[in-house]
């Protein structure tokens, strides 16, 4: 009987499983380098102040949804202040990485382009929709258990949206899975 170590297989066993594998790399090396470069894009923009409209918007927008559940809230620039509790929307509170997180796995995913548009055009919208409801929960939080607020904020909010991006990731790749790669 022999025993394999491992270190007298040849070099076309690495070949052989390089090549049945190759889709598999391929995918995960494009999601790590789309993701790669929005890292070290994701400052830039931001200090160029790309994203300001946007961080305008989230404020607004969670200030006038706040202000239909009867909160009283007021608006100035990213700041939504009540009597009761202050909230800056910052960068890190838009859904803009969730969504780049999405975006990168559909690129890197082997599949026509048709199908990553459709996923990108349904998915973006939801994650977007799901960061207003995280907006205001924590507004409420703040309010009613301020001690906490930076768990809520930090940890639960945080996972609960990089779990939704994995779970319309997967929900999409259920819908493509038996469909042939471009």
Known sequence: MK???????????????LRHHWITIRSWLLFAATLGLWLIWY???VRTGALDG?????ARLTGDALNLLGAGVQVYDT?????LFTLRVG???TAVVPAVIL???????????????VCAVIGIPVLFALNLVRLVTLYYI???IPDFFEIAHFFIWQSVMILAVVAIWLLWVGKVANVRPA
């Open 142 to 144: 703040g309010v009613f």
């Open 3 to 17: 025993i394999e170590n491992g270190a007298d297989k040849q070099p076309a066993d690495w070949l052989k499983f």
């Open 54 to 58: 946007l961080l305008l918007f989230n």
């Open 79 to 83: 700041v939504i202040t009540s009597a």
């Open 43 to 45: 400052p830039v923009i």
């Open 91 to 93: 960068h890190e509170c």
């Open 103 to 117: 975006v990168c796995a559909l690129i890197a995913y082997p599949s026509r382009l048709k199908y990553k548009l």
